[in-house]
């Protein structure tokens, strides 16, 4: 049953044929601009399962354009919804915060300027390389999440602590000027997150998509 069911949902998409989708397909349908909670998971009795299936639900905003413009996998911030290079051109340069004369926050201030439509928030710079999310699977992501050789030495309590409270991360969901906000709300996400640690921080499989 579950192979005809993952070919009729998954839209013709990359995944694989045989592939193990760990969401299952009884979980309630969500509005693309929200995010199960994670008491909905609960009808995935198998621990491990619901585990991949809350951080296939959380990388719904890790991988929105609003969190992954800042953790690009170049040496250029991303803008807009379409992996757009930032303009004007500007680089991460040694510490992520620009070069000389072309800080970040020469421009971005510790708030949204919505006349000028430059986005802000405190200490606005880039996520080093080895967070970098564009381009990559969930599973990919959620494997240098958990490793704190690539995810500057966090346990997961602190990752836990990070989604939910971090201030780069919350301007994600209050990004001024007519731009989408990720999924859901902070509160829900850092939830979600939390849940998934407690259910054992599994990453689903390499063809898993939300
Ligand atoms: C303005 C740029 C910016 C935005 C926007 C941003 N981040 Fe980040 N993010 C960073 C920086 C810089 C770091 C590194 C900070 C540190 O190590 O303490 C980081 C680190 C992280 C980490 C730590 C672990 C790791 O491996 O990545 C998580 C988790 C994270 N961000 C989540 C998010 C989420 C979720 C969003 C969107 C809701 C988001 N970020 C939006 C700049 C940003
Ligand atoms: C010369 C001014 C200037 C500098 C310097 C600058 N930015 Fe920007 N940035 C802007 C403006 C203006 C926008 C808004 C573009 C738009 O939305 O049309 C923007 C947008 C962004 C966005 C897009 C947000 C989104 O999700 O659409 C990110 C991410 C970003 N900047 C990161 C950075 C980082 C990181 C640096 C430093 C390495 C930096 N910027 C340096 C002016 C600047």
Redesign the pocket.
Known sequence: MAPVLLLLTAGGCKRQPGSVDPRPSELPPVAAGDLRPPEAFAIITNQEDRSRALFLEASRVLLH??CA??HPSGDV?????QWQP???P????PE????VG???????QDRNLEH????GAPN???APLSMAWVGKSPRAVCEQLKDPARNGGKTLAQIVEHNAHDELVGWGWA?G?G?EPAPGNQKLFGAIIAAWVETGAQCPTEEARP
């Open positions: 354009p609003r413009n800042c911030p991303l803008q807009g919804t930032h303009e004007p500007v680089v991460r340069g992520d915060r620009g070069v072309m800080e970040c926050t020469s421009c971005h000028a439509r430059v986005p606005w710079h880039l990004p000027w731009r």
